[in-house]
């Protein structure tokens, strides 16, 4: 099976530990075939984008393993923009300075610049945060520039961390076909996130059900990734995350380079 790991972050991100050499060892010790190094751009209201992330080591650093590697793993150049609709001009002065292979557009600010992850879901209607989530999601699907839309169900996993409440995807179901018939539309796709196979949740991001109603809606980019801030979590989870695809129908997962989507046999 071809292995390609398509969320990994590294030392350059604010909350990533480790140097790419190391992951891109780790990488192919576990099998992987290809990977993608996709460091938070995380867009704020008023931040200049290049207080977020040291692009400019990060990228070289990028080039330099790609040379070391060459022939053994194959290294893709990505990032993880966060909201960029809380900024759209910085968001849009980095996009056009850099050129990527793969771009994850994710969610982790709904609004104020604060991260769900910080919410004390005890005083809040979680249906309602999620239902402004996707929201959320839908207005980078149709107004931003990325390749997939990471952690489609990212407020879930803190929900059942903080409450041990999981929150009913069938009541969003008509929001879901909508976001994906945008998705599918711009030629955009999902990522399947296996991160929450190692955390309390227990489970893909998103799960099975929404993949298969992606599928269902005629979803055909997807990628897998561990979204693996220290190397024990590099590659891990990719298996079953491709396995899962299969289960959901899918025969080929999707890879990326200079933007421009391919497909691998599952
Ligand atoms: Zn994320
Ligand atoms: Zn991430």
Known sequence: MYLADYHIHTKYSFDGYEQIEDICNMAM????????????????????????????????DI?????????????????????????????????????L???????????DDIDVYEYDFKQLDCNEVYREYLMCLSELTVNYNFDVLGHLTYPLRYIYQKEHKRVDLKLFEAQFRELFKKVIERGKGIEVNTSGLLQPMNEMMPPLSIIKLY????????????DAHKIGQIGT??????????????????IFENRKPSFKKI
């Not at 010790?29 to 992330?53: Q, W």
């Not at 292979?101 to 609004?111: A, E, L, R, T, V």
Request: glycine share 10%.
């Open 237 to 254: 989870t990719i298996k079953q995350g491709q396995e899962l695809l299969k289960e959901a129908g899918f025969q080929y997962i999707t």
């Open 101 to 111: 292979d793969f771009i994850i557009g994710s969610i982790h600010n709904i609004k």
């Open 29 to 60: 010790k576990r099998g992987i075939n290809e990977i993608a190094l996709t460091d938070h751009m995380d867009i704020f209201s008023d931040k200049p984008y290049e207080s977020i992330l040291d692009c400019d080591s990060l990228y070289q």
């Open 63 to 99: 080039e330099r393993a790609k040379i070391e590697f060459d022939g053994k793993l194959i290294i893709r150049k990505g990032v993880e923009l966060g909201q960029p609709q809380a900024n759209p001009a910085e968001s849009r002065k980095f996009m056009e300075k850099y050129s």
């Open 215 to 226: 599928k269902e809606c005629g979803g055909e980019i997807i990628t897998v990734g561990s």
